[in-house]
């Protein structure tokens, strides 16, 4: 692994490349789940309609294929950015602003502190990034859902890659959900840490409020 973890900071000459990463197989899986959508729904036409010749047969599996032939061009571009950026190292242009600008990055170490946050995390949680650095992470998890946080991070320890929806607390008490794709990191088997990308799903609510 590039970086190194030292203090809590993360000293990295490309600070978001794992963050890079995890945004692109995050999409690299959506457009693999919209390809096969697309792909079953070109199939349920096909056997609804058969071999009729109506009119509207037809354009209904005209239709289907078309939406099969994008989603299928869509996942192919999305690919080849992925595998480009993870064995070239190839950086798509733009993407790190729109890392930067739609994604809230919380990288962390084994012991659940943070290495980076950049300014799109710290708004989430209404501080600064600077503010972050080397505090708890679960500072910002309410106290009821702390056993749930806990677990969800001994998950990741054992390299569990799943999403999760969860609720955080910004500094202002304020309660905000968010969708979670965290990617463990290992340094030659060893836990180091991990890189989360964040979406917002629900606005701000008042202190511990749904």
Same mark, same amino acid.
């Given at each position: 692994?590039?970086?190194?973890? $030292? ?23 959506? *457009? ?25 047969? *037809?354009?209904?599996?005209?239709? *289907? ?6 989603? =299928? ?5 999305? &690919? ?24 809230? #990055?919380?990288? #962390?170490?084994?012991?659940? $502190?943070?290495?980076? +946050? ?5 708004? #989430? =949680? ?5 503010? &972050? ?18 677990? =969800?991070?001994? *998950? ?11 609720? &955080?607390? $910004? ?31 629900? +606005?701000?609510?008042? +202190?511990?409020?749904?």
């Amino acid at each position: 692994m590039e970086s190194v973890i $030292r203090s809590g900071i993360m000293h990295d000459p490309i600070p978001n490349r794992h963050a890079l990463e995890e945004l692109w197989r995050v999409r690299l899986e959506e *457009a693999r789940v919209a390809y096969e959508r697309a792909r079953n729904a070109l199939r349920e036409v096909r056997q609804e309609f058969g071999s009729e010749a109506n009119a509207g047969g *037809a354009y209904g599996v005209h239709q *289907a294929l078309r939406a099969e032939n994008i989603a =299928l061009t869509e996942y192919l571009r999305v &690919l080849r950015i992925f595998t480009d950026l993870v064995v070239a190292g190839k950086v798509p242009d733009g993407t790190l602003c729109q890392v930067q600008d739609r994604y809230g #990055i919380w990288i #962390i170490d084994a012991d659940g $502190r943070t290495a980076y +946050a950049n300014d799109r995390m710290a708004q #989430i =949680l209404g501080t600064s990034p600077s503010a &972050l650095l080397g505090h708890d992470s679960f500072d910002y998890v309410f106290h009821e859902d702390a056993p749930d946080a806990q677990r =969800l991070f001994a *998950a990741k320890k054992h390299g569990d890659a799943e999403s999760f929806r969860f609720r &955080l607390r $910004r500094k202002d008490g304020a309660a905000i959900w968010v969708e979670v794709q965290g990617t463990p990191m290992f340094n030659d088997g060893k836990f180091n840490g991990i890189v989360g990308t964040f979406r917002v799903t629900r +606005a701000v609510r008042g +202190a511990g409020g749904e």
